[in-house]
């Protein structure tokens, strides 16, 4: 078999000999260019299996000369991956160019053992199909909760198989209810730490006055309530994962202490003399566009950079409509199994139709249609006909909401859930296919409820 074929492309001899070395050690063929032009050029002539690419050329240090290469190459050939060579110091660039495309990244000056690992699972992953089968990918990793074939899920799966079992901080961004706790279960769930916890903390639920001692814990009499010695979450966290969600919720505030504590490793307990170490693995997610936070002055550039090391983009449920059908028959065959009802089958019309909504709820929204219909239809054969009547309308009809106004409707709602639910706010969230914070907002706005509970998180 003719070894596969690597491009490099670097203005420096030293490193194109350098790398060159490893390669031709590691059984691939290296190509070698100077710059973008010759770059293009050598790709245009003959095929390439993978490209090692420099991000600055010239005498720019701006990193724009690079990302214009990598879209010149993806243009040309989507499928190709690119791994992109960065100086320290200039990680936020690798990031832009992995949110643009590229498989991942290194930096000079590289481990070769390390580097050439990261070659061999770079070509791996990026089979004829241009990603890693499902197949390939759980013969490798657990991700048994997660369900999907579609190649943008598969993308963050592989990421997730790369990125799982280092200390990388890893951000992931999607709309609500697409499913980025359950990656940051399989980056915990894939990793050494997996025998310690992974402690997640609603960040929108934390007020700032209990902030620290939430999140560093408290020695006794560190203030007037403070009765007892409390541990933390970073206490708890220790070795394992701290899963911040909804991280863009958090203050400025709030934002330096965090910042401080995963940028010393250390933190002090409220009213302790000593400090303590944390040696906690960051997974944060958000359904904010991040970037924009920081733009705008309201999330901390420097806190951003220290979370978003690795950056993974969930897609929403719309934008991957051909795992519908996948999920639609293993969330049945779930509810179904919990309600102790037989199995239940969905006819293919059905199947395309439900394949055809927006969901802006995403696989929450899904699944709670599956569970409402099946409830309500009360056969275990579901028609498109049973969707169309109980996919929402009958819903509604059944609170008696006619004649009200689209926030009338909202407010009687969430009274009816937090009735149903007895006030339990996680619940009434799941019920209602909000995340926590959205549903503390609308409850300030329709005058519902209390302040958020602290002791509830999930
Ligand atoms: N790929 C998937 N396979 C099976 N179930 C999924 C998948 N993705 C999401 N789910 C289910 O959908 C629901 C919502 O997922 P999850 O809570 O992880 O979303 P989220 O993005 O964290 O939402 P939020 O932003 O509101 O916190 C959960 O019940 C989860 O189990």
């Known amino acids: 078999m003719e070894p596969q074929r690597i491009l490099i492309i670097d203005d420096d001899s030293a490193v194109q000999v350098s790398l060159a070395l490893l390669l031709k050690q590691s059984g691939y063929q290296a190509l070698c260019a100077d710059d973008p032009k010759q770059a293009l050029a050598v790709l245009a002539r003959q095929p390439v299996d993978l490209v090692l690419q420099d991000m600055n050329f010239s005498l720019q240090t701006s990193g724009e000369e690079g990302l214009q290469l990598l879209a010149d190459i993806r243009a040309a050939q989507p499928a190709l991956p690119v791994l992109l060579m960065t100086a320290w110091g200039s990680i936020a660039l690798a990031v832009r160019g992995m949110q643009a495309g590229a498989a991942n990244f290194f930096t000079k000056p590289w481990d ?31 991700f048994s909760a997660i369900i999907g074939e579609h190649p943008g899920l598969l993308k963050v799966l592989s990421t997730i198989g790369q990125v799982a079992n280092t200390r990388a901080p890893v951000l992931i961004l999607g709309e609500s209810g697409c499913g980025k706790e359950l990656i940051a279960d399989a980056i915990h769930r894939n990793s050494a730490r997996a025998g310690q916890a992974i402690v997640k903390i609603n960040m929108g639920a934390i007020t700032s006055s209990l902030f620290e001692s939430e999140m560093f814990g408290h020695v006794r009499g560190a203030f007037t309530d403070a009765k007892h010695d409390r541990k933390g979450h970073i206490a708890s966290a220790h070795e394992g ?8 919720e958090l203050n400025r505030s709030d934002q330096v202490k965090l910042l401080r504590v995963l940028q010393d490793q250390t933190y002090q307990p409220v009213g302790a003399s000593r400090t303590e170490r944390a040696d906690v693995r960051v997974v944060s997610a958000t359904n904010r566009e991040l970037a924009e936070l920081v733009a705008n002055g309201e999330f901390r550039e420097d806190l951003f950079y220290r979370l978003n090391l690795i950056t993974i983009r969930l897609p929403p449920l719309r934008e991957r409509r051909s795992d519908i059908p996948l999920l639609a028959r293993h969330i ?7 309600y102790g009802l037989p199995a239940a089958t969905i ?20 699944k709670q249609t599956l569970e409402r219909t099946l409830l309500l239809v009360g056969r275990s054969e579901l028609r498109q006909a049973d969707f169309v009547e109980h996919g929402g309308a009958a819903g509604a009809q059944r609170l008696g909401v006619d004649g009200m106004t689209l926030e009338q409707v909202e407010r009687h709602m969430i009274a009816h859930a937090l009735e149903q639910h007895q006030g339990n706010i996680s619940r009434v969230a799941k019920t209602l296919g909000l995340s926590r914070t959205a549903l503390y907002r609308r409850l300030e706005r329709h005058g519902l409820g209390t302040a958020p509970d602290e002791t509830e998180r999930a």
């Open 112 to 142: 070769n053992t390390q580097l050439a690992e990261l070659i061999r699972t770079t070509l791996e992953t990026a089979a004829p199909t241009g990603r890693a089968s499902r197949q390939a990918l759980d013969a490798q990793f657990d």
């Open 347 to 366: 006819t293919p019309q059905a199947l395309e139709w439900l394949s055809a909504q927006p969901w802006p709820g995403n696989i929450r929204q899904l």
């Open 332 to 338: 049945l065959a779930e509810v179904a199994g919990s």
């Open 241 to 248: 994962t701290l899963f911040l969600d909804e991280i863009g």
